[in-house]
């Protein structure tokens, strides 16, 4: 079996947007190194100061030497029949695969990373940097920060782990069912292990145990084990991986009441990497108030919680839409309800619906009596229902509550409860936040499952 041991130096972080500037590669028998390859690369982009600063490659050390394209074909043929070994080896992989992709050829090749396999075989060192972890073990790097220096350290680690492990756990990772090489590099695999099958949501902690990342699944383990496949070579992905050290999760008894958790908690932790549902806002409502004439007025404005909004609407259009109806319903006034502007008076009126409120010809005790018949009116179409399905166990059943067109909240109940019984339901129950989108799902997930639901 032979290994081929891979440090690179690049001008940043991530393959999509970077390149490699210098590349060793040290083939390894498991005893000792065989054959040795070395070069600088010149990645025909500027080598960004820090970059230099760090590594001392810079832009005129590398002008001369051959692109990477020019040393693809060696590159391959040195990596492919073998075992890929780094330090943190979705990095350097990823950046060589890109590279050779590019030069048309796929790198299909089995990796191990000497970050996780020193975790589990080299147990209690406080840092699994390479420059750290080398320093406890008394391994010299020579030239720390350049390919070859970094790599000949990489190649003794390599030993001293084949060394201590007693137990087969480097062939167990190399088998090909393992998924072990695909985690993140501080990502015990006990972590992904523990996992159900159950839908839930999931927490992707970092180092110091701040949540980076909420996600939710019809299967725990199934949809975390996604995240790490792949080849996508982005910044955000490389970064991502990397600050995932734990996985905290929650069973739910339905994927739906995974989709209503993992809303509520992103809202909660606001994670940096949940990018899509943080941005979701409610944005017109419905609200009530009395001009200086004493006129109840009715009006779409953009979302805002004080004051209590009477309903919500993604779209202004659904907002008028709805208004219009309760003004056809109620013979209310156009103009006093902010859809016409533009006229002294509504166009209901000259049709016989609106008794002249906007002209001063109805008074305000009578025009409000019915914008308030109106709103009761708004009140009784907001459905109220429960929503009961399977529990996490056969003991219980979830159970969701909507009273009055707003998601009131959502726990689980025995067999029994009566779920008729509002207050009941409600002592049960977990309240959360309600919004737009989560009724949305709710009242989607009815309409394809009418059975399940029950009117309160």
């Known amino acids: 079996m032979l290994y081929a041991v891979v440090d ?3 001008t940043g972080g991530f393959a999509s947007g970077n390149k490699i500037t ?5 083939v390894h028998d498991g005893e000792s190194v065989i054959q040795t ?15 230099e600063a760090l590594t001392g490659i810079s832009d005129d050390m590398v002008s001369s030497s051959p692109t990477f394209g020019q040393v693809a074909t060696e590159v391959y043929d040195l990596l492919h029949d073998k075992i890929f070994v780094a330090h943190n080896v979705n990095f350097d992989f990823s950046f060589i695969r890109h590279e ?5 050829y796929e790198l299909q090749c089995k990796k191990l990373c000497t970050v996780r396999l020193s975790r589990k075989l080299l147990p209690g060192h406080a840092s699994y940097s390479l420059g750290k972890l080398c320093g406890a073990l008394n391994i010299k790097i020579n030239n720390r ?3 070859g220096g970094d790599a000949a350290a990489t190649a003794i680690l390599l030993k001293i782990l ?5 137990e087969g756990l480097i062939a167990k990772s190399l088998s090909k069912g393992s998924k072990d090489q695909a985690l993140p590099p501080n990502l015990p695999k006990s ?3 523990k996992l159900p099958l159950s839908p839930g949501v999931y927490y992707f902690k970092d180092q110091k145990g701040k949540v980076v990342y909420i996600g939710k699944a019809k299967s725990l383990k199934k949809r975390v084990c996604s995240h790490f496949t792949g080849n996508n070579t982005s910044k955000q992905r490389q970064n991502f991986l990397k600050d995932i050290f734990s996985i905290d999760f929650e069973i739910c008894g339905t994927e739906l009441m995974a989709f209503i958790l993992e809303a509520a908690e992103i809202k909660r932790f606001w994670p940096e990497n949940n990018r899509a549902l943080k941005r979701y806002q409610q944005k017109y409502a419905l609200y009530a108030f009395e001009n200086q004439k004493g006129y109840i007025r009715l009006g779409i404005d953009k979302y805002k919680t004080h004051p209590q909004p009477l309903y919500s609407f993604d779209t202004i259009l659904e907002g008028h839409n709805l208004l219009k109806l309760l ?7 156009e103009k006093l309800c902010f859809i016409q502007k533009n006229r002294t008076s509504c166009t209901a009126h000259a049709e016989g619906g609106c008794a002249g409120a906007c002209l001063g010809k109805e008074s305000a005790a009578s025009y409000n009596v019915r914008v308030k018949y109106a709103m009761q009116h708004l009140k009784s179409m907001l459905p109220s229902f429960a929503l009961v399905d399977k529990g996490r166990t056969e003991d219980e059943q979830s159970c969701l509550l909507v009273e009055e067109g707003k998601f009131y909240g959502m726990g689980y109940i025995s067999q029994s409860t009566d779920v008729s019984s509002t207050e009941d339901l409600k002592s049960a129950l977990t309240p959360y936040p309600s919004n737009d989108y989560i009724l949305h799902i709710i009242l989607s997930h009815t309409t394809q499952f009418p059975q399940k639901r029950i009117a309160i």
């Open 191 to 193: 972590e992904v292990e």
């Open 37 to 51: 390859f070395e070069t600088l690369i010149n990645p025909e982009q500027e080598i960004p100061a820090y970059i």
């Open 327 to 333: 003004i056809k319903e109620h013979l209310l006034c």
């Open 145 to 147: 920060h350049r390919a």
């Open 8 to 10: 690179i130096e690049t």
């Open 162 to 166: 084949l060394k201590s492990d007693e």
């Open 100 to 104: 050779l992709s590019q030069c048309g």
């Open 22 to 26: 210098e590349i060793s590669i040290l």
